[in-house]
């Protein structure tokens, strides 16, 4: 009798701290995550069915396009600032010959985009005009830039969450890269 | 982390309830446009700290809404523009967490907590129907003291008791 | 200059914190008189520091001191006097000057008015308090400096957050402050009590009054938060369920539940245990709020701005605060004992099953928050967590605590039989059920649950406490204040689930597109749209729209909302204008112009609305009413802590 009532004082006494000492420990990690960013539910899932007309010549850019090899799709945008800093990164991987670079230009103005991609260089093999966004919500896109990852069936393999880094290019992307490779031989 | 922060989030700035586009939608029922202010409340804008779509004023809010109204337009029902919004943008855009395991521990976690303090709060009472007192703490002095106070207290009528 | 006074005051408040914290304690635990009688002081010294230094801020803000970085940020020349003065605390560093501030006046109150405490636990008491408030400078001085400078000095600042120049906002953190830290008192009594080893229902007793009146001032904050919210952000909402709304109302729902338990250990002497746990965790919640809010672990619309070096200061002041107390707790809990007994059907039951939920309302809250934080730390999803989660628990929650709050009151301490009040409570209750479940059918005919439900619940309340005051005058004329304060906050919220249930189910919103000189139509009113014009404030330019209602063809009121442009950059603000009534409020936004005059506008109906903040301000004015009474606050055990008083008396 005794030593039931003695271990439920012991719970009463320690549950309190215990459940602190869990929660500080919680809060501890929380502060190293950013809880805005939202992971994509698209990844192994095949690229979403569209079809956009292209920026700079006529003909189309559709979901049928991107098989048969590895490519990277970059929603970018003239007025997004962070595009900028990722735009030198974007252009070595798409000179790399790694990959294959499309551009998904994301609620823009054509003229505005135009220029932009004239001042900065074009890195792009072909350019979608996204003009509405509706595309880019069937990608799940919800600020710009994004990138998107997808080997040869047409799968998506990785999303990059803002501005592509030399860091994520070497710890994220060519792992990967080279995994998919693997699998296409 | 300071790439994320470094992510243009279009219209961002505009989130915060400071200017509030009111676009008009024309529905076909009642039952449609029921579902869209439902729906709108209980998405949330992904773009914004903590808003759901109808009070943000951001683009990424007015075109999930019109995504929404299309949807609604087309025939598809509330579950299905759930799945298409959840299909896309995770589990995160659902204010009303769905029931799943992964969520079980939230839905019934309080209601648990509710039936097993009311557990242990009957076992308390029933102790407490003995009379339990712990005078040992006291020295024979203040013991009487403390009876003295009780009788003391005792007297002055239930009704000073609030 | 006056800024690096300030600052160089601040400084000295952190030294004389330190004294405060160490000395007296010393002196508690070897009866030196000397050390003991050091805490007074302190505490007063204290205080005048942290007004200076707040005096100095303040000063920095009128005067447009542009070289103070805080002040270029939140401030500009011709922001209005009144949003300079409540600019100071529009954001961090500010308002942990504040929070510093708040402390240093409930410390200083504690040491006034306490001089029936013994010596001991008053200085127990105050060291506590000066360790919290070391905690709080420390913070200040050494990441968020409000006095830090900045050159080259600009010619003008960024004027405040246009939505915080509100002057519901200028009132709400202060109020909140007031609560929020005020419940420091309860937790410090209940540290203090653990060290002597002596938890008894004196120190119950003592605890109450500033547990009662910290409660107060916290609904009051909370309150003016809400119908801030609901005057200036333009959607007719009044609480968000956001992270930063629920890291108040957890300690809310804590201190009710402390308020009950106090009131128990002190008549009764039973559930000593929970009432200390219930101490140290209402301030515990406080403290976790001011992370919440800080450190940028959670996504909120009301978050400062956030940074999580910040967070870690925080983080490890909560540990040493929260577990320090916790582990003291563990320790020393084998003093606390509970001398009282009761039966089955009393009031200690009732209070106790009123715990029950309390902390489980609380428990809600608290996991509803932190879950996406526990899921995407275990890496296993992302979700979210919003009003239908919340709005669901505490639905569910509102059943047994209005059942109770209609019963509990009417139950005799110790033991009671329910035979005695069977009858009137049961026909109160049918009564209330009736009605409740008429009602919805008798507005529009149509057969509502869950309105029916909150109705009935409402008005058992209601009835119940009427009938506890006419129990109450049947045995005697003198009705003691604490008891009509009791009264007061039940019915008080009787009359806040009227308002949330009516609002709820039968508000109306609606977006249209208005021509000049078109009228709609809605709940009995018609809506007149005459058409915008261009208006000029204080610091803003703005469009106006002109919009009449009328009622049986009669002009009842005006409605002019506005779209203003403030002179900072992203700051283009809606401005709602409210037709206010007792019964309702007509409540208009604007849209966008739509061309050729017309504009879309927001119209909303919403019945009882008012009501939600009359509850509050009667819980509230409740409990100063509570404590007030001067029997609340008699200690007839003073005697027995003066020995030699008492030694002689006792003969």
Redesign the interface.
Known sequence: MTASRDSK?SL???L??AI??VL?G?????????????????IGKPV?VFELPLLDKPGTLSSSDLRGEISLVNAW?S?????R?EHEIVTELSRSGLIKVYGLN??DEAGNAKQWLKRLGNPYFVNAVDR???V?????V?????SFLIDHNGIIRHKV???I?PS?VSEELVPLIKQIKSEMS | MKILAALCLWGVIWCNAIAAPVTIYKFDSKENEAIFYKLSDELRCLVCQNQNIAESNSELAQDLKQQIYTMLRDGKSEDEIIEFMVERYGDYVLFDPPFKPLTWLLWLGPLMLFFLALVVGMKAIGGHRSEKTNDAQYSSDDAERLDRLKSELNQSSDKDKV | MIPELGHFALIVALAVAIIQSILPLIGAAKNDVALINMARPAAATQFLFIGLAYAALTHAFIVHDFSVLYVSRHSNLIQPLLYRVSGVWGSHEGSLLLWSLTLSVWTLAVAMFSRKLPDILMARVLSVMGMISVGFLSFMLFTSNPFERLFPVPLDGNELNPLLQDPGLAFHPPMLYMGYVGFSVAFAFAVAALLGGKLDATWARWSRPWTTIAWSFLTFGIALGSWWAYNELGWGGWWFWDPVENASFMPWLVGTALIHSLASTEKRGVFKSWTVLLAILAFSLSLLGTFIVRSGVLVSVHAFATDPDRGVFILIFLCVVVGGSLALYAWRESTVSTTGSFGWFSRETALLLNNVVFLTAAVAVFVGTLYPLVVDALGIGKISVGRPYFDTMFSLLGIPLLLLLGFGPNIRWKGDQFSRIKNPLQLMLLVSVVIGVMLPFMIDGVFKFMTGLGLAAALFVALSTVYSLVVRLRTSSNIPRAYVGMLLAHFGISVFVAGVTMTTTYGLEKDLRMEPGSTYSMSGYDFHFNGVTRVKGENYTAEEASIDIFSDGEKIGELNPQKRAYSGKNSSMTEASIDKGFFRDLYAAMGEPLGGGAWSLRLYYKPLIRWIWLGCIFMSIGGVLAVSDKRYRQTIISKVTRPSVTQNASA
């Open positions: 004082k009463r006494r320690f309190p701290l602190f000492v500080v919680l809060l501890a990690y929380g502060l190293t995550l950013d809880p805005r960013r939202v992971p994509s539910p698209l979403p945008a007025w997004c600032v962070a595009c800093s994301y609620k509405d966004g509706r880019g919500i069937e990608w799940g919800y600020g710009t830039p994004e969450i803002g501005p880094t994520i």
